[in-house]
Nanobody
Framework: QVQLVESGGGLVQAGGSLRLSCAAS????????MYWYRQTPGKQRELVAS???????NYPDSVKGRFTISRDNAKNTVYLQMNSLKPEDTAVYYC??????????????WGQGTQVTVSS
């Protein structure tokens, strides 16, 4: 079993910044790709950032230039730095990691979600 715990969400004014963290623990051998998603009521979950084991990153146009994903492999942690926040960024943000466990297979694990609210 692997558990992902998120933190860092909150209320911020438009134009402000937040930094989200997601730390994994449990039966971890190594972690491959780490992701951040977001979801609002009535809308499908949206991928907002990816970081691969070698450090390469991907972002959709909606957040490119404003969000930065990073990782600390020693801490099994992924971060999302969010700058120049807009009201449309308001959502529950979820982390996901592709984890090699002691069972010997890669599996996806999700965090519990953290609320980000951007006021206009």
């Amino acid at each position: 079993q692997v558990q992902l715990v998120e933190s860092g969400g909150g209320l911020v004014q438009a134009g402000g910044s937040l930094r989200l963290s997601c730390a994994a623990s449990g039966s971890i051998v190594t972690i491959n790709t780490m992701y951040w998603y977001r979801q609002t009521p009535g809308k499908q979950r949206e991928l907002v950032a990816s970081i691969f084991s070698g450090g390469s990153t991907n972002y959709p146009d909606s957040v490119k230039g404003r969000f930065t994903i990073s990782r600390d492999n020693a801490k099994n942690t992924v971060y999302l730095q969010m700058n120049s926040l807009k009201p449309e960024d308001t959502a529950v943000y979820y982390c996901k990691m592709v984890v090699l466990t002691f069972v010997g297979a890669f599996k996806d694990y999700w965090g519990q979600g953290t609320q980000v609210t951007v006021s206009s």
